[in-house]
Structure formats: structure tokens, C-alpha cells
Nanobody
Framework: QVQLVESGGGLVQPGGSLRLSCAPS????????MAWYRQASGKQRELVAA???????NYADSVKGRFTISADNAKNTLYLQMNSLKPEDTAVYYC???????WGQGTQVTVSS
């Protein structure tokens, strides 16, 4: 069973940036279709961004123009570049492998002054 490990979360001030990474633990696989979700306290998990490698990307309206999803198969890693962060972006962020139906354990992002 593939395990996904996220990293890069933390505390950042409004207007700041973070880059999240997601990579499989103990194995190597070709990234085909993956996504980032987030779940704020007391709210449902929501889709943030998705990528079909070599084809397309999709973003939630709330992050369009601020977040960028990308994949580097040479490094076996999925990324989420988050710029112009807002307090409402505070959540636990999860990566998800669409092809394998596997979730990462999540990484906390807190945007606060």
C-alpha cells in the first residue's frame, strides 16, 4: 500500500507564501492524476486543486490566481505553491492520489498575524 507524505506546512502571515510537497513513502510511482484538498476546523474537506499530468489543472475559485499545483516525476513529488495567503486558507492540507485512492496524512497551514 502506497503511503503519501506531505510537508511544507506551517505558520505564515497574511500575504505570505508556502510551498507544500507530497511524495510517496518507500516507493516510486509515476504521478498521473493527483489533487490537494483542505479541511478547516469544523468544515468539510474541500478540493483545492487537481492535476492531470500532461493535460490539465483545475482550481477552486477561492484559490485561483494564488495557488499553483504542479508535479515533478523526476523527483516523484507533487507540489502546491501558495501565494498571497489569507486567514481563510487556514486548514489541514491533504494530497490525494486519484488513480490509487490514497490520502496523505495532512499538513497544517495556519495564516495569522
Amino acid at each position: 500500500q502506497v503511503q503519501l507524505v506531505e510537508s511544507g506546512g506551517g505558520l505564515v502571515q497574511p500575504g505570505g507564501s508556502l510551498r507544500l510537497s507530497c511524495a510517496p513513502s518507500g516507493t516510486i510511482f509515476n504521478i498521473r492524476a493527483m489533487a490537494w484538498y483542505r479541511q478547516a476546523s469544523g468544515k468539510q474537506r474541500e478540493l483545492v486543486a487537481a492535476i492531470l499530468v500532461g493535460s490539465s489543472t483545475n482550481y477552486a475559485d477561492s484559490v485561483k490566481g494564488r495557488f499553483t499545483i504542479s508535479a515533478d516525476n523526476a523527483k516523484n513529488t507533487l507540489y502546491l505553491q501558495m501565494n498571497s495567503l489569507k486567514p481563510e486558507d487556514t486548514a489541514v492540507y491533504y494530497c490525494y492520489d486519484v488513480m490509487r485512492g490514497v490520502w496523505g496524512q495532512g499538513t497544517q497551514v495556519t495564516v495569522s498575524s
